[in-house]
Structures are given as structure tokens and as C-alpha cells.
């Protein structure tokens, strides 16, 4: 991304980068996996985070012959996850100082994430954050969900700028890759070493959110 462009646009994963969800959602798919009888790994956790739920649903169920439709293990694990997210919900580090420093400077976010409007809703409000974003794409949004470009194509079409002039900010290989895709300078904050490992594509790998503000002043901005 060039350092001329003043007005850069903002595009923020959620689960896993705003918020502790991924987390909390391998704890829910190892207690699944110990009701179920199968070896849930972090490595497969990896694979399938940050894509759609009927996208991993049908993943899990092929991968490891479950005797339960996808829809019913997507309906499981949202059940255990919510119980989960109610108790245990945080924001991850860095995640208010950098909303701050991008509000102090006026330039546009918006929310990208391959979890659904209520589930949203929720969890932001919750954590006092829904407010802080100027536009949302969900799961509802999109046709076709990370690693597919369209989330992020669509993520800055809202906030008004072209792809290639916002900043993608992932967790996951899969988002990661949808920013890159999409033509997007993006920063990955992994939260294992599956993740830093193979985010081979990504343009600034990152311990915290907190540490993308000094390369942003770098640049400039």
C-alpha cells in the first residue's frame, strides 16, 4: 500500500482478533470431539477457522465421519459456544488502542466477519464496542465467505474505498488470505504457531494489535 494515500480505510476480523472467541471455540469443539469420539487437533482447528459455519459444518462432518448432519453440529457448537462466550468473553490485547488510534485520525472501519449479525450483536454490545464501526459485513452478507475475496471487496465497498487502499486486520490463514485476495495490505495477529507458520502471504505478522500502530505511524499516517 502506498504512503501517499491520507485517508486509508480500516477492515477488522472479529473472532479470535477483536475478541477472544477462537479460543474459547477450540475449548468447545475438544469438548464435542470427547462426546463425539473423534481426535480434534489444532492443526485441523487452523484449517477451518474463520470460515463459514456451513462451510467448516460440512468440513468436520466429512473429516471425521460424524453420525450427525453438519447443520446439527453447527447447531451444537453454537449452543456450547454462547454458554462459553457469556462467561468468558474478553477483548484481546490492543484491541481498544488501535480503535482509538484509528478514531483520533477519522479514517473509516468496518467490521468483517465470517460470524453472523446477531452473534455480532451480541458479543460487541456486550463488550461496548458495536458502536465503534462505521459499517458491518457478516456471514449474511456474502455469497461466498474467507478465504474468498468477496468479504473484504465488500468490506470496503461500504466504508467507500478501494481495496487496495484499506488495511486488513486477521487472525486466521483463511482471513488472511481473503485480505490478500481482495488486493488489501494485511496484518496478522495468529493466536498459535499453526497460525504465524503458515501466514506465508501475509505482509505484517504481529504478536498484538497494539504493535500495527507503530508501522502505521511509520508510514505516516
Request: hydrophobic letters at 40%; a negative charge; charged letters at 25%.
Amino acid at each position: 500500500m502506498s504512503t501517499t494515500i491520507k485517508k486509508p480505510g480500516f477492515l477488522i476480523d472479529m473472532d479470535g482478533l477483536l475478541i477472544n472467541s477462537e479460543n474459547l471455540s477450540k475449548i468447545v469443539f475438544e469438548k464435542m470431539c470427547q462426546q463425539l469420539g473423534c481426535d480434534f487437533t489444532e492443526d485441523y482447528h487452523s484449517k477451518i477457522r474463520g470460515t463459514k459455519k456451513n462451510i467448516w459444518s460440512k468440513a468436520f462432518v466429512d473429516a471425521f465421519q460424524i453420525q450427525l448432519s453438519s447443520d446439527e453440529i453447527a447447531d451444537l457448537h453454537t449452543k456450547l459456544l454462547l454458554e462459553e462466550l457469556d462467561q468468558s468473553v474478553q477483548l484481546m490485547p490492543g484491541a481498544i488502542k488501535l480503535l482509538d488510534w484509528i478514531d483520533f485520525r477519522s479514517y473509516p472501519k468496518a467490521l468483517v466477519t465470517s460470524s453472523g449479525l446477531a452473534y455480532t450483536n451480541r458479543y460487541l454490545s456486550k463488550l461496548k464496542i458495536l458502536d465503534r464501526f462505521d459499517e458491518f459485513v457478516t456471514s449474511e452478507d456474502v455469497s461466498n465467505g474467507k478465504p474468498d475475496p468477496e468479504p473484504y471487496k465488500l468490506g470496503a465497498a461500504r466504508i467507500e474505498r478501494m481495496p487496495m487502499d484499506c488495511f486488513v486486520f486477521e487472525d486466521s490463514v483463511s482471513g488472511v488470505l481473503s485480505g490478500k485476495a481482495a488486493g488489501s495490505t494485511v496484518f496478522g495477529v495468529p493466536t498459535n504457531n499453526y497460525d504465524r507458520d503458515s501466514m506465508t502471504s501475509v505482509d505484517y505478522l504481529l504478536a498484538s494489535l497494539e504493535d500495527s500502530i507503530t508501522i502505521l505511524e511509520n508510514m505516516g499516517l
